[in-house]
């Protein structure tokens, strides 16, 4: 760290520098909040997409207790084809968003196949899609916490350590030129009385 220099322009400096550093602030706490009300949203849509996908497997249960029966292959009957992510901006942190989901139910003889399998085609479908969403909304939540992690901890560096240190130089700058020119009012009064004592 540089050695603080006791002068006037060190001292313009370092109230230059506090300007900007409690000019910011306010900026920086606000966009942690907006984060931190961001993150408490997500956290919400994951527990409500997690309490959906319980509900299904619980309806599944419920509705087609023929699911059991192992003599009916149910293997590949519905599987993820495609799902399109996009990126939105919430507060300048980049976010996923689940734009499009394609599930697709592979044909089946419904000569061949018990009627229920059309049930369970049709909640197996919706079961995949609500798994998707729970993943992608975990994802947005882990990166808000990082995000607002970081906006933390340069709201610290702020309030804890760049202000009180400028504030801190600030004072020592002006105590030491008070000084100074206290000493310097002293040496012209000791002159004035050496020159006068001289004549």
Not at 142 to 158: M, Y
Request: hydrophobic share 45%; proline share 3%.
């Amino acid at each position: 760290m540089a050695r603080l220099q006791l002068n006037k322009s060190s001292l313009a400096r370092e109230s230059d520098q506090l300007k900007t550093y409690e000019r910011f602030l306010p900026s920086l706490d606000l966009k942690r909040q907006q984060l931190m009300a961001a993150r408490a949203e997500a956290q919400t849509e994951v527990g409500v997409l997690e309490a959906e996908v319980a509900e299904l497997a619980q309806r599944v249960g419920r509705q087609v207790p023929m699911l059991a029966n192992t003599d009916v292959d149910l293997d590949d009957l519905v599987r993820l084809t495609d799902a399109q992510l996009v990126t939105e901006s919430v507060v300048g942190v980049k976010l996923p968003k689940l734009d499009r989901v394609l599930v697709e139910v592979y044909g089946y003889s419904t000569l061949a196949k018990p009627h229920w399998v059309d049930v369970v085609a049709e909640l197996l479908h919706r079961m995949l899609e609500a798994r998707l969403r729970v993943q992608v909304a975990r994802r947005r939540v882990e990166i808000l916490d990082k995000a607002v992690a970081t906006i933390t901890q340069r709201v610290n560096l702020f309030d804890k350590v760049l202000i009180p240190t400028a504030r801190a130089n600030i004072k020592k700058i002006r105590i030491y030129l008070s000084d100074e020119e206290m000493q310097a009012v002293v040496r012209s009064k000791l002159s004035k009385r050496k020159r006068a004592a001289a004549k």
